[in-house]
């Protein structure tokens, strides 16, 4: 039969696990962001390769310098959406060593900490990678003069 004092720290690691569970909730609505940004680019991107071949110069030119912008945006979309799912991930292993290591005994309060920073760092990453996108969509939009 289980003691109390073990219930009492399983209980304990379960109220330490609730704050990265709402970060994997928020990770998950910025890939939910970044997949539907990346879907809308691609779709963009088939709109121009179905134009057709005997566009004027001056037009071909212009579907080519956005697609082009497309190209750099999904990439960087895609590397956002790594280092999201990366940062998730990380996450999700910090939950199970916390529980491993209340089960087991065995101290890894530091690869905890290590692993945690990652995450964090890959967080980080995606975040400035979907600024850039950002910037980099903004910047194709021309504004008419008044």
Not at 109 to 130: E, R, Y
Request: charged share 15%; with cysteine; hydrophobic share 60%.
């Amino acid at each position: 039969m289980q003691s109390l004092t073990d219930i009492t720290e399983v209980a304990h690691v379960i109220q330490l696990a609730v704050a990265p569970v709402f970060l994997l909730m928020g990770i998950g609505a910025m890939l939910g962001v970044l997949i539907n940004r990346l879907g809308r680019v691609t779709d963009r991107f088939r709109v121009l390769e179905r134009l057709p071949d005997d566009l004027p110069e001056i037009a071909r030119a212009s579907v080519r310098t956005e697609m082009d912008r497309l190209a750099r945006r999904a990439r960087l979309v895609h590397w956002a959406i790594g280092a999201c799912t990366s940062s998730a991930l990380l996450i999700c292993i910090v939950i199970a060593l916390m529980f491993a290591g209340s089960v087991t005994g065995i101290k890894v309060s530091i690869l905890i900490a290590v692993l945690f920073i990652v995450a964090m760092l890959a967080l980080v990453s995606s975040l400035l990678l979907f600024l850039r996108e950002i910037t980099l969509a903004y910047g194709g939009i021309h504004t008419v003069p008044r």
